[in-house]
């Protein structure tokens, strides 16, 4: 029953007619368009959706919307000034506290609650105000720090003035550019040809332009684009992009606008995963607007008729150094229509010379994720748009027997679709849409399935008979099928060794659990498809798309708005297929966003490990053999980086009982969990210090150069080993072209000798040549702290097809009161290209705290958690 309402919020009245049993979160979101607040979890675990109720922090998702009736609502919208942002806004920005800046919204609102209430509080103040908000990045030192600091200024009076920007509302799919004007540069990505055209390729300047690689363009007006296939999902991408451009264009970044993850407008791309970015796409970038920058010298000097060497770049123009005089990058491209393409040997500014590479950015348009008006796929909204959602089995593997749906598709304005075993329905709300599933009736066909408790050696059974049947076509390369590495001759190694261990090591499921769930919004006109959707795989997602409707690439627009973080759980395009589908059937646009229960059920999971290795050492105490097995989890990160003669790695995969993918530093995180363990392990064995042992069996000058750094910063040394109640540790890692080393203090509950607390985290990263320093510390700060929640407590647990802990009440992450302090060393190596950072940060982390733990109780850590 709908009803009359009047709602107070940021200082407006609003009435309106709705359900009153409705959350003020959806109607916040849906019938005001006020989108800042999020949906996170939908039972107040997680303070994506926090506003203020009468100036007290409130989750809108727990609440009723007659309920929040009686009080003044404020919202993100409402905090700011009408011409400036709010201290907190401003201080969010300044910190650089946010990197996918989904739960950046009610983080602010809740900082916003405390600061009203107590002008100066304490970090640990600060850390209990914000335990509810859950930041799945792990920004939370910098969230701290940024609270501080606008506590500081408000007490002071000193905020700073940041305009309030004027909001603006682009279009949703904007209309792709046909490059008519001005000067363009495309660089040859051969991944581009072989997805395009296969081994039949024809030349690149031959192909349409959005099938060449990154393009680079100077518009008439001097207005510079660069256009690439990746996503941004946190990771800071678009200003990594511009310093590259600026570099090379020797103009300021935010002269640079990045266009991203639209299939209509930029070159293919496999996908934002593994790192890629910095060492793929970074050298093709900086080749074309190298390019570029010669093009443009080229256009001056027949300009001027002189020579190259008389001119140079500089603020957008080109200057004849001898007479000074100036040609705007504008009056260039005027009246003209060149494309060149890039030669792959193209010389580019090397590191050592960079005046804008190499220094820290900000997210370019932070201030959008600050006051809430940065649109995430399920804040978009269509004329006519319907709400979707789907008909879940009770458990993985149940079919469809019998389905009465009648009840549903009597409500007003709902329909159902039933395609075969999927069905789901439309509704003009969500509230409707959840009422219609709860009112179909369905009987399933269940099968008996692997637990938990059995988990372990069934992947070990599974992977052995699915390498027995292994089809002659399916290689060994790691990624399609096993794994298969041997240097020397392991079995004679271990037979004559002076001493040998076999461990067995394992590692549970865990969920990606990105505080954005999936979402797609689906609109077909006639036989054309446009999805914008949250995804890491664009061009993946397109294919998906194709597959399902017989659809071409020409028939379908994938759009990817700037997305609420995946770390390697975005790849798969199931919202945006289950979105396509209920909008062909209704001919209206249907946006479907999963809740978190499907979020923690239907999505997959990294992979669970069950690792074996065997070792063995000569009377010096120096390891001779190295025997490791894999089960299941990948191959990724399975080469040891420490000198011994005789190795030989495996990986089988199994036959999963949970649906697995990519997660952040994919295999190498169980790997080097294992690895790092059984070394450890040989460590406290000989009596020997654990770092010394380390540095001993390392050739390779990085990885000793991280490990001493970090060592050295945390002050290692015999006083740290051991104690009664805290313990450090020490591990260290190689893992896509880059290194970690990580120490670690740990707390020991004297009663349970259980891990109280992680009390310190010291880790020394180096990746090459720093393009954004700042960005990459954020990365590994990010990265020690998911490395923490994987390391300690997060586990899928489940039983014969069913997850038991779909939601954050079960599935335990960081949360601020279990952040200890950080220190972050980053060893900048201009000498070097530059790889990624995002994913090896993480895998140093639970070996080192497992280090703490043998240091402290004197026992070996086999199985993650820890906990």
Partial sequence: MRVPLTLAINDEIHTITVDPDRTLLSVLRDELGLTGAKYGCGDGKCGACTVHLDGKSVQACSLSVQDAARGRITTIEGLAAPDRLHALQAAFLTADALQCGYCTPGMIMSAAALLAENPAPSTSEIRHALHDNLCRCGAHPRIVAAVQQAAHWLRAGATPFIPLAPEREPPLAPAPETFEEGLLVAYPDPDVAAAEFGDVAPPPDSRPLTQIGPLVHIAEDGAIRVYVGKAEVGQNMRAEVAQWVAEELCVAPDQVKVIDADTARVPYDVGTFGSRTTPVTGPQVLRAAAAMRDLLLDLAAAHWNVTRSDLHLEGGQVVHVASRRTAAYADLARDRRIVRIADPMQPVTPPAAWRIAGKPMHKPDAQAFVTGRHRFTADLALPGMLVGKVLRPPAFRATLLELDASAAAAMPGVTVVHEGDFVGVTAPDELTAVRAIDAIRARWQMELQVSQPELFDYLKDSAIEKELRRPPDVPADGRLGPYFSTVGDVAPALADAYATMCERYTTDYIAHAPLEPRAALAQWEADRLTVWTGTQRPFGVRSELMAAFGLTATQVRVIVPATGAGYGGKHAGDAAREAARLAKAVRQPVKLVWTRQEEFTWAYFRPAALIEITSAIDAQGRLTAWEMTNYN???????????????????????????????????????????????????????????????????????????????????????????????????????????????????????????????????????????????????????????????????VRFANGRILNPDFGGYRVPRFADIPEIEVLLLDRKDIPSAGAGETPIIAIAPAIASAIYAVLGRASHHLPLL
């Fill in 633 to 795: 989890a990948g191959a990724a990160g399975i080469e040891p980086f420490y000198d011994i003669p005789n190795r030989k790695l495996t990986y089988l995969p199994a036959d999963p009982p949970l649906r697995q993918g990519a997660y952040r530093a994919l295999a190498s995180t169980a790997n080097n969990f294992a690895r790092e363990a059984h070394i450890d392990a040989w460590a406290r064995r000989l009596g020997e210090d654990p770092l010394a042992f380390r540095l001993r069996h390392i050739t390779d000058a990085r990885l000793r150069a991280v490990l001493e750094a970090a060592a050295a910063a945390f002050g290692w040394g015999e006083d740290k080993m051991r104690g009664e109640t805290h313990g450090a540790g020490i591990a260290c890692g190689v893992d896509k072209g880059s290194y970690v080393a990580a120490c670690v203090e740990v707390e020991i509950d004297p009663a349970t000798y259980g891990v109280q607390r992680v009390v310190r985290v010291v880790e020394a990263f180096e990746c090459g040549a720093l393009i954004n320093p700042d960005n990459v510390r954020a990365q590994v700060e990010g990265a020690i702290i998911q490395g923490l929640g994987g390391a300690l407590y997060e586990s």
